[in-house]
């Protein structure tokens, strides 16, 4: 994970050619384990070519990278509750 600062509504990004996820700090910073968990799953799937809209759309948050994403946070979050 590469960290980085930016004052966007980007949480982080990655590319299939590179190992590298990037994390803005502006949300990395604030987030518990549990959200950072959900992020990273979310950009991994980036990896694996799975892909969403850009822009918001009602069915981006069902896309795998989001859909994933938010079961590993839930998840994260019931198994460690202490990490909310």
């Known amino acids: ?4 600062y930016e004052d966007s509504s980007t949480i982080g ?5 590179t190992n590298r ?3 803005n700090t502006k ?4 987030y ?3 959200q950072v968990a959900g992020n990273l799953t979310h950009e ?8 969403h809209a850009s822009t918001a759309t009602p069915s981006r948050p069902y ?5 994933v994403g938010y079961i590993v946070r839930s ?3 019931e198994l460690y509750p202490s990490l909310y």
């Open 1 to 4: 994970i590469q960290l980085y």
């Open 13 to 17: 990004y990655t590319y299939p050619s």
């Open 21 to 23: 996820i990037w994390m």
């Open 27 to 30: 949300y990395f910073d604030r």
């Open 32 to 34: 518990s384990p549990y």
């Open 44 to 51: 991994w799937l980036h990896k694996m070519g799975f892909t």
């Open 63 to 67: 896309s795998v990278p989001y859909a």
């Open 75 to 77: 998840l994260a979050g």
